[in-house]
C-alpha cells in the first residue's frame, strides 16, 4: 500500500506526534510512504529508505492541496491510506488496520472512530466539533439519499483515515476543496458513482488542538457545491432531527439540550 501524510508543523509537539504517525508503520505493508509537510521543518529522524520520499513547502498549501501533491507517485490501482500526521491512531489499533488493508479487496475504506474528540480554537462547546461532524454527515447521506445503503452502521464521513485504490482516488475533483472537507467531496463523489465504502473500526489517540478553526469549518463545509445548492430549512430541521439516529455509538452519553443548541449556532454560522 501507499502511505499519503500531509503535515502541518507549528511547534514541537506537532513535530513529536508526526515522528510518532510514522514510528507505527509496518514497513513490509509500505510500497512508498510520501510525507508532504508544510510550515516549521520537522524534526524528526526519518527511515533511510527508498520506499520514503519527502516533500517540504514551507509555506502556501492547505491539507488537501499537499495530499494532491502525493498523487505522482502512485501507480496502478493499489490501496492509498491518506492518514494524518498527529498520529490520530492507537498503535496496536493502527497495526490491525494495517494487516486488514494488505488482504483487504474493497476500493474504498473509511476508518470508524471509536470517540471524535476534536478541538478548534474557538469552538465553544466541549464537543461542538463532534456535533458538527455528525450533523453534517447526516446531512450529506440525506441529500444523496443513501440512508438505506449505510443502515445500522452510518460511515464517520469524517475521520481523518481514508483508504482508497489509487486509481480511483486519482479521479477525485478537489476544485471544490478550499480548506477543510476533502473527506466529504471524495465521500460524495465516489457515492454518485456508486462506490460504496467499508467502515473498518480505529481506535483514537487523545488529539492535538485542530489546525482548523470552527467557524472556517462550518464555512468550508456548508460553501461547498453539493450542499449549498440543495439546503432548504425543511431538510436542516430534518438533518437535525435524525443525527441522533444515525449515530447512536456517539450519542450515548450525550446530552441532546446541548446538541440542539450547537445545531442553532452551526446553522447561524453557516448563514448559506
Ligand atoms: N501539509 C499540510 N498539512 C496540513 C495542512 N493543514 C492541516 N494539515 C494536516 O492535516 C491533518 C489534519 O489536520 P488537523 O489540524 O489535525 O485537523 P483535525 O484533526 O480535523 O482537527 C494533520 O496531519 C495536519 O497536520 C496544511 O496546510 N498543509
Ligand atoms: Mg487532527
Same mark, same amino acid.
Request: hydrophobic letters at 35%; charged letters at 25%.
Given at each position: 500500500? =501507499?502511505?499519503?501524510?500531509?503535515? /502541518? @508543523? *507549528?511547534?514541537? +509537539?506537532?513535530? &513529536?506526534?508526526?515522528?510518532?504517525?510514522? $514510528?507505527?508503520?509496518?514497513?513490509? =505493508?509500505?510500497?512508498?510512504?510520501? /510525507? @508532504? *509537510?508544510?510550515? +516549521?521543518?520537522? &524534526?524528526?529522524?526519518?527511515?533511510?529508505? $527508498?520506499?520514503?520520499?519527502?516533500? =517540504?513547502?514551507?509555506?502556501?498549501?492547505?491539507?488537501?492541496?499537499?495530499?494532491?501533491?502525493?498523487?505522482?507517485?502512485?501507480?496502478? $490501482?493499489?490501496?492509498?491510506?491518506?492518514?494524518?500526521?498527529?498520529?490520530?491512531?492507537?498503535?496496536?489499533?493502527?497495526?490491525?488496520?494495517?494487516?486488514?488493508?494488505?488482504?483487504?479487496?474493497?476500493?474504498?475504506?473509511?476508518?470508524?472512530?471509536?470517540?471524535?474528540?476534536?478541538?478548534?480554537?474557538?469552538?465553544?462547546?466541549?464537543?461542538?466539533?463532534?456535533?458538527?461532524?455528525?450533523?453534517?454527515?447526516?446531512l450529506?447521506?440525506?441529500l444523496?439519499?443513501?440512508?438505506?445503503?449505510?443502515?445500522?452502521?452510518?460511515?464517520?464521513?469524517?475521520?481523518?483515515?481514508?483508504?482508497?485504490?489509487?486509481?480511483?482516488?486519482?479521479?477525485?475533483?478537489?476544485?471544490d476543496?478550499?480548506?477543510?472537507?476533502?473527506?466529504?467531496?471524495?465521500?460524495?463523489?465516489?457515492?454518485?458513482?456508486?462506490?460504496?465504502?467499508?467502515?473498518?473500526?480505529?481506535?483514537?489517540?487523545?488529539?492535538?488542538?485542530?489546525?482548523?478553526?470552527?467557524?472556517?469549518?462550518?464555512e468550508a463545509i456548508f460553501d461547498f457545491r453539493f450542499f449549498k445548492s440543495r439546503l432548504n430549512?425543511?431538510?436542516?430541521?430534518?438533518?437535525?432531527?435524525?443525527?441522533?439516529?444515525?449515530?447512536?455509538?456517539?450519542?450515548?452519553?450525550?446530552?441532546?439540550?446541548?446538541?440542539?443548541?450547537?445545531?442553532?449556532?452551526?446553522?447561524?454560522?453557516a448563514d448559506f
Open positions: 500500500m =501507499y502511505i499519503i501524510i500531509p503535515a /502541518l @508543523i *507549528s511547534n514541537e +509537539e506537532s513535530s &513529536k506526534a508526526l515522528q510518532k504517525t510514522i $514510528d507505527n508503520i509496518e514497513w513490509k =505493508y509500505v510500497k512508498k510512504l510520501i /510525507l @508532504i *509537510s508544510q510550515g +516549521e521543518m520537522p &524534526k524528526i529522524t526519518l527511515p533511510q529508505s $527508498d520506499k520514503f520520499v519527502h516533500e =517540504y513547502y514551507d509555506k502556501g498549501l492547505t491539507k488537501w492541496i499537499a495530499i494532491q501533491k502525493g498523487f505522482k507517485y502512485l501507480e496502478g $490501482d493499489e490501496m492509498v491510506m491518506l492518514l494524518d500526521g498527529d498520529d490520530p491512531i492507537e498503535k496496536n489499533s493502527f497495526k490491525e488496520l494495517m494487516e486488514e488493508i494488505s488482504t483487504t479487496r474493497a476500493d474504498w475504506m473509511v476508518g470508524k472512530r471509536d470517540e471524535i474528540i476534536l478541538y478548534s480554537s474557538d469552538q465553544h462547546g466541549q464537543n461542538s466539533r463532534l456535533y458538527l461532524e455528525l450533523f453534517t454527515n447526516t450529506l447521506i440525506l444523496d439519499e443513501l440512508r438505506e445503503v449505510y443502515k445500522g452502521n452510518t460511515p464517520d464521513i469524517q475521520s481523518g483515515v481514508y483508504i482508497i485504490r489509487a486509481n480511483i482516488l486519482k479521479t477525485i475533483d478537489f476544485s476543496v478550499k480548506s477543510y472537507g476533502g473527506e466529504l467531496t471524495i465521500f460524495h463523489q465516489l457515492s454518485m458513482r456508486g462506490v460504496r465504502c467499508e467502515s473498518v473500526d480505529i481506535v483514537t489517540n487523545a488529539s492535538l488542538q485542530s489546525s482548523y478553526r470552527f467557524k472556517t469549518i462550518v430549512e425543511k431538510i436542516l430541521r430534518i438533518c437535525g432531527e435524525l443525527t441522533p439516529a444515525m449515530y447512536p455509538e456517539y450519542f450515548r452519553n450525550l446530552d441532546l439540550e446541548e446538541y440542539r443548541r450547537e445545531v442553532a449556532n452551526i446553522v447561524a454560522l
